[in-house]
């Protein structure tokens, strides 16, 4: 059992900058792939951003909107995974979850997650 919390979000304006931090439990994080999702108001969960397990390589993927913007990052020592996200837009506010998949791979779909954080709210005003 994994259990996630996330940190960090907040009321900032266009073109700054947040670090969103997601703390885990459980001395097997490390294998773990771990992913960032976001859902607006009225929309649809969407991924924004994976990165596999340190032995995979740390690879990384984004959804295109977040490209150049947001970067992804995990600490195994800490048992966290990071969300920087630069040059912030009204259209990236919304409730970001981290995630965490046992698969160790970079995953893009939700389904393919197995624990799931509460969210932290994150409103960029413009």
């Known amino acids: 059992q994994v259990q996630l919390v996330e940190s960090g979000g907040g009321l900032v304006q266009a073109g700054g900058s947040l670090r969103l931090s997601c703390a885990a439990s459980?001395?097997?994080?490390?294998?773990?792939?771990m992913g960032w999702f976001r859902q607006a108001p009225g929309k649809e969960r969407e991924f924004v951003a994976a990165?596999?397990?340190?032995?995979?390589?740390?690879?990384?993927d984004y959804t295109d909107s977040v490209k150049g913007r947001f970067t992804i990052s995990r600490d195994d020592a800490k048992n966290t995974v990071y969300l920087q996200m630069n040059s912030l837009k009204p259209e990236d506010t919304a409730v970001y979850y981290c995630?965490?998949?046992?698969?160790?791979?970079?995953?893009?779909?939700?389904?393919?997650?197995?624990?799931w954080g509460q969210g932290t709210q994150v409103t960029v005003s413009s």
């Open positions: 995630a965490a998949s046992w698969s160790g791979m970079v995953v893009t779909t939700g389904d393919e997650y197995d624990y």
């Open positions: 990165i596999s397990w340190s032995g995979g390589g740390g690879s990384t």
């Open positions: 459980g001395r097997t994080f490390s294998k773990y792939g």
